[in-house]
């Protein structure tokens, strides 16, 4: 018989920041940088997935999720990966309640998978008293959804949910990630903060058919996908080098150039309603925009200097827009 130790019934509350790409996304997918290397920006920003872990009073695993499950073992967990950060953090306890929460909902390319296994895993460690640096939990992470779930995904959402910031991440093929902060003035940094607006596209979607199309074309040394994450990669560089001179004009025209290559990559990446609504804020005082994520739906994110104008665009379009600040810290323990 299980027997409770009331002593260790503190609840324990994480938080992992969403995501937004600023340059290189779609080049921190394995069958990419193991052959060439990869490299992107990306900035944490102030919303969250949270995570709480509690010790039941009787036996089981209580998991609180968009599905309710209550089961004994952990090979019962329907759930991917809980089951598998149960596995990896390896634990012992028999009567754990774990409950996720997330200000913006799945499939809507803020890389919330990688923010709720991040949350997940620190909450874990946090259970057993284990510390752990953001480098191991951000591959931990990716241990469980790219190597055990082998999902068609990049590291990107894992290791800027762990570290936050606006960080410039380095993938070697060897499978080693770089991670340095961007190197941009206060001024710079309060002005693209101010002037990045984000907009839903009224629906979400899974990213999977398109990542595994990236995925497949990579593994097959497609030149024209090849062709188009090279130059995607470059202009990652540029807009590192855009953003660290203050030159926002630049980086808002590496954007639009970005979108109109990433286009390219899966005929399900846009569609003639995105197209519209892309068209239309680029007609009404954006400098350059493109979808958040895999493409397909999600967000749009665009910068300019006339928000007004766009909000009312946007507004005329029927899109929502979420505002937001860049969150400077990555994966951390709210309350234990």
């Known amino acids: 018989m299980y027997v409770f130790d009331a002593l260790?019934?503190?609840?324990?509350?994480?938080?992992?920041?969403?995501?937004?790409?600023?340059?290189?996304?779609?080049?921190?997918?394995?069958?990419?940088?193991?052959?060439?290397?990869?490299?992107?920006?990306?900035?944490a920003i102030d919303k969250y997935v949270y995570i709480t872990v509690h010790r039941r009073f009787v036996e089981g695993f209580l998991l609180k999720y968009s599905h309710l499950e209550e089961v004994s073992t952990i090979d019962e967990i329907k759930h991917p990966i809980i089951r598998e950060a149960f596995k990896l953090a390896g634990v012992r306890e028999r009567n754990l309640e774990i409950a996720s929460m997330a200000d913006i909902p799945a499939g809507t390319g803020l890389g919330s998978s990688g923010s709720f296994t991040t949350a997940l895993l620190k909450a874990l460690h946090a259970l057993h008293k284990n510390l752990v640096h953001p480098s191991e939990l951000a591959e931990q992470a990716c241990r469980i959804e790219i190597e055990k779930l082998q999902e068609p995904i990049g590291k990107q959402d894992q290791y800027i949910a762990a570290y936050g910031g606006i960080t410039c991440f380095q993938f070697q093929p060897n499978g080693q990630v770089l991670a340095s902060p961007l190197k941009i003035s206060e001024e710079t940094y309060l002005e693209l903060e101010d002037n990045l607006l984000l907009f839903f596209t009224g629906y979400s979607r899974s990213a999977s058919t398109i990542l595994q199309e990236q995925h497949d074309k990579s593994l097959e040394s497609d030149r024209t996908m090849l062709e188009n994450l090279h130059l995607v990669k470059e202009l990652g560089r540029q807009s590192q080098r855009a953003l660290e001179a203050g030159d926002l004009y630049e980086f808002a025209r590496l954007m639009d150039v970005h979108w109109q290559r990433k286009k390219e990559r899966s005929s399900s990446m846009s569609n003639e309603r995105i197209n519209d609504f892309y068209d239309y804020a680029m007609a009404n005082g954006a400098l350059g925009g493109k979808l958040i994520g895999a493409g397909g739906g999600g967000f749009f994110m665009f910068y300019t200097e006339d928000k007004g104008r766009l909000r009312q665009a946007m507004r005329e379009k029927g899109l929502a827009e979420i505002r937001f600040r860049f969150e400077p810290e990555g994966t951390k323990i709210l309350i234990q």
Do not use: K
């Open 8 to 43: 260790d019934s503190q609840m324990i509350i994480t938080r992992s920041p969403l995501r937004i790409s600023l340059g290189g996304g779609g080049t921190d997918l394995p069958s990419y940088y193991r052959e060439h290397g990869g490299f992107l920006i990306s900035a």
